[in-house]
């Protein structure tokens, strides 16, 4: 025979202090109010405020003013908070701030369901993970305990500053949700990438700062001056705050300057993947594999010198100050050099 499993009652409301505490019935209900330096607790919940009314029937209590609100796993600070003592839901609303962990998360409201494991936030949000020093900003929000997962909506932005707290990063999105445990944040829908001179597009981006690398995919793209680059999936890595590196998975293609001396020709790299080695914001390495072709004009002593295409398995490019300045190919080689007075025939 099954045996049946009561649930255990709240614990009760528990007053350390107040001022002054006046009982009351309306409509046959019993009321409570507490005034000044009013403090209470439940197990391991307490509260501070300047004044609390207790719907003792109802099992439900409203703080006001200068409301903290803390256990052991957040504190929340509030100007009211409404809060159901059976099923310990909580509702705060007016400049809301919420402290867990490394997080800080600022709102004008934000409702707790029941047991307060997942929470909803609306007003305008602002979430600081003080670890990482990462923000991200919304119009409204939510919060699951279980999967340390915030989830911000309407214009979310997410902003990265570097240690002179300038901007280094911003990633525009959807929705944009961020992980406690690992700091991993991922960007859904109209993906936007600012990075100083750089912006990058896409449909999914999941960037983590503490590892550093950022994989962009849904077409993405990367713009940096005269630069695009493409393909079916792109992973930057980062030192030291720094891109340092680039590899483009699946039919990746790039279109580069040639030259400083004005012109509008544009050396260009396809393969079915790429790997671009960059050193102080200037790329420096580029290792084209999988049906490689290349184009590019070279320059000596600042004098043009035409145009060479080329294709091979695999394609390495090495350049100084954003010119070509030396190649490698290997298997299969095949290459076509234009002289400087047709070099503008190489792209046909």
Same mark, same amino acid.
């Given at each position: 025979?099954?045996?049946?499993?009561?649930?255990?009652?709240?614990?009760?409301?528990?007053?350390?202090?107040?001022?002054?505490?006046?009982?009351?019935?309306?409509?046959?209900?019993?009321?409570?109010?507490?005034?000044?330096?009013?403090?209470?607790?439940?197990?391991?919940?307490?509260?501070?405020?300047?004044?609390?009314?207790?719907?003792?029937?109802?099992?439900?209590?409203?703080?006001?003013?200068?409301?903290?609100?803390?256990?052991?796993?957040?504190?929340?600070? =509030?100007?009211? &908070?409404?809060?159901?003592?059976?099923?310990?839901?909580?509702?705060?609303?007016?400049? &809301?701030?919420?402290?867990?962990?490394?997080?800080?998360?600022?709102?004008?409201?934000?409702?707790?369901?029941?047991?307060?494991?997942?929470?909803?936030?609306?007003?305008?949000?602002?979430?600081?993970?003080? =670890?990482?020093?990462?923000? #991200?900003?919304?119009?409204?929000?939510?919060?699951?305990?279980?999967?340390?997962?915030?989830? $911000?909506?309407?214009?979310?932005?997410?902003?990265?500053?570097?240690?002179?707290?300038?901007?280094?990063?911003? $990633?525009?999105?959807?929705?944009?949700?961020?992980?406690?445990?690992?700091?991993?944040?991922?960007?859904?829908?109209?993906?936007?990438?600012?990075?100083?001179?750089?912006?990058?597009?896409?449909?999914?981006?999941?960037?983590?700062?503490?590892?550093?690398?950022?994989?962009?995919?849904?077409?993405?793209?990367?713009?940096?001056?005269?630069?695009?680059?493409?393909?079916?999936?792109?992973?930057?890595?980062?030192?030291?705050?720094?891109?340092?590196?680039?590899?483009?998975?699946?039919?990746?293609?790039? $279109?580069?300057?040639?030259?400083?001396?004005?012109?509008?020709?544009?050396?260009?790299?396809?393969?079915?993947?790429?790997?671009? #080695?960059?050193?102080?914001?200037?790329?420096?390495?580029?290792?084209?594999?999988?049906?490689?072709?290349?184009?590019?004009?070279?320059?000596? /002593?600042?004098?043009?010198?035409?145009?060479?295409?080329?294709?091979? /398995?695999? $394609?390495?490019?090495?350049?100084?100050?954003?010119?070509?300045?030396?190649?490698?190919?290997?298997?299969?080689?095949?290459?076509?050099?234009?002289?400087?007075?047709?070099?503008?025939?190489?792209?046909?």
């Amino acid at each position: 025979m099954a045996t049946e499993v009561k649930e255990k009652p709240p614990s009760p409301i528990q007053l350390i202090h107040a001022n002054d505490l006046r009982n009351r019935t309306e409509n046959g209900k019993a009321i409570q109010e507490l005034t000044g330096s009013v403090h209470l607790r439940q197990d391991v919940l307490q509260v501070t405020c300047d004044k609390a009314i207790n719907f003792q029937d109802e099992g439900r209590l409203i703080f006001e003013g200068n409301v903290v609100f803390w256990d052991t796993i957040r504190t929340l600070t =509030a100007l009211q &908070v409404v809060y159901y003592q059976n099923t310990r839901r909580v509702t705060a609303s007016k400049d &809301v701030v919420i402290t867990q962990d490394t997080l800080i998360i600022r709102c004008q409201k934000v409702l707790y369901l029941d047991n307060q494991e997942e929470a909803y936030f609306d007003g305008g949000v602002t979430l600081v993970d003080q =670890a990482s020093g990462s923000t #991200i900003e919304g119009r409204r929000g939510n919060y699951s305990e279980l999967e340390g997962l915030s989830k $911000i909506t309407g214009d979310p932005v997410f902003t990265e500053r570097d240690t002179t707290d300038s901007i280094r990063m911003q $990633i525009f999105g959807d929705q944009i949700e961020y992980y406690t445990t690992n700091h991993l944040a991922v960007s859904r829908d109209s993906v936007l990438v600012i990075r100083g001179d750089l912006e990058a597009t896409g449909d999914l981006l999941e960037y983590n700062r503490e590892e550093g690398w950022a994989v962009l995919s849904g077409s993405p793209r990367i713009y940096r001056k005269d630069e695009e680059i493409q393909g079916n999936k792109i992973t930057m890595q980062f030192h030291d705050g720094d891109m340092d590196r680039l590899l483009v998975n699946g039919n990746a293609s790039a $279109i580069i300057p040639a030259d400083t001396l004005g012109t509008n020709r544009k050396n260009w790299m396809r393969g079915q993947s790429m790997d671009m #080695i960059v050193k102080n914001g200037q790329l420096t390495q580029t290792i084209v594999t999988g049906q490689a072709q290349a184009l590019y004009f070279p320059v000596e /002593d600042g004098e043009r010198k035409g145009a060479n295409k080329v294709s091979g /398995d695999s $394609i390495t490019l090495w350049f100084t100050d954003g010119e070509v300045t030396r190649i490698k190919v290997t298997g299969g080689t095949q290459g076509t050099y234009y002289p400087e007075k047709i070099a503008h025939r190489a792209n046909h």
